[in-house]
């Protein structure tokens, strides 16, 4: 900025005056700033007699010095590069012109005071004196405005180079502070305006805060600002060019005939051009000028009023208390009546309901569930379907099937329809509670709605297949993953391996292996050993065996587990020899057979009444120091029963009865069968009568031995 876009050309002309008025209006600069009194010699204040002298004097070299000396001044109004000096009052000059050499005299009164140490309050006030008289005809001349452009300041003949290079310097610095003192004032008033605070709300509503915001909020008021200046900008090139056109005329008036008609022709036109139409808005080549985009507007508007977070109301008075009195109910207690105090006196919103929610959920999660099936009901809650389905989630996740149910039944009532989520959690929970018709129908329900199952869906439903007893069910599932490309894992492979192998299934049970393989899975010592078991359960003891020689040889070492199936698959066709062998042969490689091998002998020699024998097994089984499994006192019961040993018999029936809910319908089968056998009828009918308890149906071979016991009426004392 240059001396004459600050200065108005009234302010020029007004300091022609100066020399005749020194006092006036500038009387704060001597007043305020010098104190010069008036008792200073005529001839110190001579043009000819102290310009020279002072010329003359020994000035020392102002270094250019940073620091800025600070002073107040009245507020003075800052006029824009852009206005028009002749429009502008003068006051406004003169207050602009104050400022000026009040600034100048402040800091030039600094720099004099740092070199001329030795001069008191006078000789300083005299200099500065001679120094703004020259400033100011330097103004009246318009050689300051040239020397203010200049890169260099040259000398004049008045003062000495170094002191009119630092005059230079000051004048240039006062006209910095004013620029920024000028731009500061502008900045506030766009740091206020309204566009530059609708942004900092909008930012602040976003989540911006702190540092962030404030800079934002100065980028945005410095943004305004600049497209001000340039707009004034174009305003002040349109004015210059409108006095321009003004002169022409004036000079073309004087022109006759058509030299007045081409020149008017030829009017060169500067001002913008009008803009005609809808003014558009395009972003990376979308229309936003289209009236649709209000209506999306609105409707994102709509939108965020529901999913931006909300404040809950703050809870004081009755209220409070009553909010105590509900966090500290106990279970058994009904929440109803003060749940409906609570809302009458709140009056809440769904932030406020799920606020209380989750402090009930810290505090006591059994009142959590009952409170959030109560609030379901409320109108202000503002219930939707993912708020059952999360509380059937839950009841799921914890087993409460009746809960889950229940709220499944309000949902049901309310025709709100179970969507995708509720459905795939219905098959978890069901599957889970072994209730595969449920889990069925929310399978089909998913199905109907078009969702395709993903691999937690399909392994909760094959699972319930496998725990229902239908692996050929569990398989065609499998096979339909297959399909999909979607891979089963191993998990779900071993579980239907596992169910085939219970059963006897050895095609299942071979498919399942195989698929594996190809699946990429290798056979593991799991695998090989339900392999066995399947074999054994079906009474193949020759494949039986060729698995268990292709588990050696692929590497794996039989444990107990696999050996006692190997011995049962034997056992099945009562071939001993063999299975003594393979024991011998085992031992020699350095196995030990632990409980599962010893309970298959026991159970195989109990069957041939070898008491003596199965009773040595009884004192290993016991060294092994584990519990042995419920069908190894199914077999002793038999053992005993048949061998007529009464007092062991009722020992063995004893703990049979205790765990009667684990037992089978073989295993209540047998029991029967050998309490028969040893002529306890009695007690044969009472643990008939406990497997119809169980819901278990005797065999028709089983009724017909029953019948003829009664026929015969042979029996021994009961074993109670």
């Known amino acids: 900025m240059n001396l004459k876009h600050l200065l108005s050309r009234q302010t020029i002309k007004g300091l022609s005056r100066f020399n005749g008025r020194i006092l006036s209006p500038y009387s704060y600069i001597y007043k305020d700033s010098f104190a010069i009194t008036t008792p200073i010699s005529h001839s110190i204040y001579s043009s000819g007699s102290y310009d020279s002298t002072f010329q003359n004097l020994a000035y020392p070299k102002l270094a250019p010095s940073s620091n800025r000396y600070a002073h107040s001044l009245p507020e003075t109004k800052l006029g824009g590069s852009g206005t028009d000096p002749e429009l502008e009052s003068d006051d406004s000059d003169d207050g602009t012109m104050n400022e000026f050499l009040s ?296 087993n409460r099937v009746e809960d889950a149910e229940r709220i499944l039944k309000k949902m049901n009532e309310n025709d709100i329809l179970p969507d995708i989520l509720t459905s795939t959690v219905l098959v978890h929970m069901y599957s889970k509670a072994g209730n595969l018709e449920r889990a069925k129908e929310a399978f089909e329900g998913l199905r109907s709605q078009g969702f395709q199952p993903d691999t937690r869906v399909y392994n909760s439903m094959i699972m319930a297949y496998v725990n229902a007893g239908q692996p050929k069910l569990g398989e065609s599932l499998m096979r339909e993953m297959e399909a999909r490309d979607i891979k089963p894992t191993k998990e779900i492979y071993m579980s239907l391996l596992q169910s085939f192998a219970q059963r006897g299934d050895v095609g299942g049970a071979q498919r399942i292996s195989t698929t594996m393989q190809f699946a990429g899975f290798q056979p593991s010592l799991e695998s090989c050993t339900l392999l066995v078991e399947a074999y054994g359960q079906a009474g193949d003891s020759d494949q039986a065996r060729n698995s268990f020689d292709y588990m050696i040889k692929v590497g794996h070492r039989p444990d107990d587990r696999c050996t006692a199936s190997m011995i049962a698959a034997y056992e099945k066709n009562n071939l001993l020899d063999k299975a003594l062998n393979l024991l011998l042969q085992l031992e020699k490689d350095g196995f030990e057979p632990g409980v599962a091998t010893y309970v298959v002998l026991v159970d195989w020699l109990g069957k041939m009444q070898l008491v003596d024998e199965a009773e040595q097994l009884l004192g290993k089984i016991a060294e092994q120091g584990e519990a042995p499994p419920l069908k190894f006192h199914v077999s002793l019961c038999d053992m005993y029963s048949r061998a007529g040993v009464e007092k062991k018999a009722l020992q063995a029936l004893g703990v049979v009865e205790a765990k009667k809910e684990q037992l089978n319908p073989e295993d209540f089968e047998r029991i029967i069968k050998g309490l028969i056998a040893g002529g306890f009828v009695q007690d044969a009918r009472r643990i008939h009568g406990v497997m119809e308890t169980q819901g278990f149906t005797a065999s028709e071979q089983l009724k017909i031995i029953l019948m003829s016991s009664q026929a015969v009426g042979r029996e021994r004392p009961t074993l109670r």
Not at 312 to 321: A, Q, T
Not at 365 to 377: Q, R, T, W
Request: aromatic letters at 8%.
């Open 103 to 398: 600034r100048f005299v402040w800091i030039m009164r600094g720099k004099l005071m740092e070199v001329y140490t030795d001069c008191d309050k006078q000789t300083i006030d005299g200099m500065l004196l001679i120094i703004v008289r020259k400033v100011v005809s330097e103004m009246e001349k318009g050689g300051l405005e040239q020397m203010l452009g200049a890169a260099v300041a040259a000398p004049s003949q008045d003062f000495s180079e170094d002191l009119w290079k630092t005059v230079w310097e000051v004048s240039n610095l006062v006209l910095d502070d004013m620029k920024k003192a000028r731009n500061k004032e502008k900045m506030k008033g766009f740091l206020q305006s309204e566009e530059v605070k609708e942004m900092s709300r909008f930012a602040g509503e976003i989540g911006i805060r702190g540092d962030m915001l404030r800079e934002l909020r100065f980028k945005w008021a410095r943004e305004k600002m600049e497209e001000s200046e340039f707009y004034q900008s174009l305003e002040h090139l349109r004015e210059e060019a409108q006095a321009e056109e003004g002169e022409e005329a004036v000079g073309n008036e004087e022109v006759i005939g058509d030299d007045l008609v081409e020149d008017e022709k030829k009017e060169k036109v500067v001002s913008l051009p009008k803009r005609h139409g809808k003014i558009r808005y395009e972003i990376y080549g979308l229309d936003l000028s289209d009236p649709k985009w209000t209506e999306v507007a609105d409707k994102v508007h709509e939108r965020e009023e529901i999913i931006w977070p909300q404040e809950p109301k703050p809870i004081s008075g009755k209220c409070k208390l009553i909010t105590e009195k509900i966090l500290n109910m106990k279970e058994e207690d009904d929440p109803s009546p003060l749940l409906d105090e609570w809302a009458e006196l709140l009056q809440p919103s769904r932030i406020d309901w799920i606020t209380l929610l989750d402090r009930l959920k810290e505090n006591n999660s059994h009142l959590y569930f009952k409170v959030a099936e109560l609030v379901l009901s409320k109108k202000s809650f503002q219930t939707n379907i993912r708020d059952y389905s999360k509380l059937i989630d839950v009841h799921a996740k914890e």
